[in-house]
């Protein structure tokens, strides 16, 4: 069961007289590819006709993606699909294997040293395990504080004072910080590692399944901290959920993915009333409802594939029920279905 939170269509505030809102990040057919390359018993075995080949993980696979100021925008799919790495690769901390990241429109690639790091406190991460996302020997007030006295936001003089703001703000005692990560709760050490990404005042927050760990009661109250922020803020989200019901209520726009791709998205009203893919149409169905019917529950069939050798074509293909022969053979490109909504089905060719 989903927990209740508010509402938001909050997107709205940020769009300009021209009634479209900028867009803070683009992703433009990022990629990136994992490599274990051969050791020596691997490479001597070759030599004797063993035939090994390095192992190619395929974790995003040309992913073209924007996000508007001022958004929510929801990242779905099952586990292993990429999620965690596009977030990562959206705000840098994992280095593309093909592609490029635009900010306001501008490059980010090949920037000064300095320059880049002022670019890369604009983008924060918010890890999925508020336990082992803290480090345990060091007290609240250095894993909020250091980082602003680091790159010179604030001075050591002052960080006693703008920790205690920055716990204030999540909901924090700031009496606390003296205390140690294992001394708090999961819902406070949820709240810290919020803090410490605001810290840094970012303009852009990627949210990686940031409360799957967390009691359903309080699952709801980081929520709704994350909504009055980003409204006090004025933040932009990437929130990258398994949660459907979660997502629904809170995102502006929501993406799917599926084996490193993106094959649907769209704002996220009229993606839930009328999914065009169909493995967003098996998501939406596995969704628990309260409804007078009964209604037989269906999963969706079979296994996602390896990354490691993934299927030709449409990755979807072999779980697919619509499957045809050009499916098994061409990747179907992501395509404009209706405004403001995009899905990549050769489905949609063949109506």
């Not at 050791?39 to 006709?49: E, F, P, Y």
């Not at 050490?189 to 799957?212: N, T």
């Not at 929520?223 to 809170?250: K, P, Q, W």
């Amino acid at each position: 069961m989903s927990p209740t939170v508010a509402p938001t269509r909050a997107g709205e505030a940020a769009r300009g007289a021209g009634g479209a809102p900028e867009v803070l990040l683009t992703l433009a057919a990022v990629s990136k590819k994992f490599v274990k390359s051969l050791d020596v018993a691997a490479r001597l075995g070759n030599l004797l006709g063993a035939q090994v080949r390095e192992e190619i993980v395929h974790a995003v696979d040309r992913v073209d993606l924007a996000i508007p100021a001022g958004e929510v925008v929801g990242l779905v799919g099952e586990s292993g699909c990429g999620k965690s790495t596009l977030g990562r690769l959206a705000v840098g901390l994992l280095a593309l294997t093909e592609g490029e990241r635009f900010w306001r429109g501008h490059p980010l690639s090949g920037l000064p040293a300095a320059d880049a790091r002022r670019q890369q406190l604009k983008m924060q991460m918010i890890f999925q395990d508020p336990y082992a996302s803290l480090n345990p020997r060091m007290r609240v007030v250095d894993i909020v504080g250091e980082a602003p006295v680091a790159h010179g936001l604030i001075s050591p003089r002052q960080q006693v004072e703008y920790v205690g703001l920055q716990l204030n703000r999540v909901g924090l005692d700031p009496t606390l910080m003296r205390r140690f990560p294992h001394q708090f709760s999961g819902g406070q050490r949820a709240r810290i590692g919020i803090a410490r990404a605001l810290a840094v005042k970012p303009e852009f927050l990627v949210c990686d399944e940031s409360v799957a760990a967390l009691d359903v009661s309080i699952q709801a109250q980081v929520l709704n901290l994350f909504m009055d922020l980003r409204s006090a803020l004025n933040l932009t989200y990437l929130f990258i959920s398994h949660d459907l019901g979660v997502v629904e209520h809170i995102s502006d726009r929501v993406v799917i993915m599926y084996l490193g791709r993106v094959v649907e998205s769209g704002p996220t009203p009229e993606l839930f009333a009328a999914p065009n893919h169909p493995y967003t149409q098996a998501l939406l169905h596995e969704v628990g409802k309260v409804e007078p019917k009964k209604r037989t529950f269906v999963p969706v069939k079979g296994e996602i594939p390896s990354p490691l050798d993934p299927p030709p074509g449409c990755h979807f293909h072999p779980r697919c029920p619509h499957a045809m022969a050009k499916c098994r053979e061409d990747a179907p490109p992501l395509v404009t279905i209706a405004p403001g909504r995009q899905a990549a089905c050769w489905l949609n060719a063949a109506t």
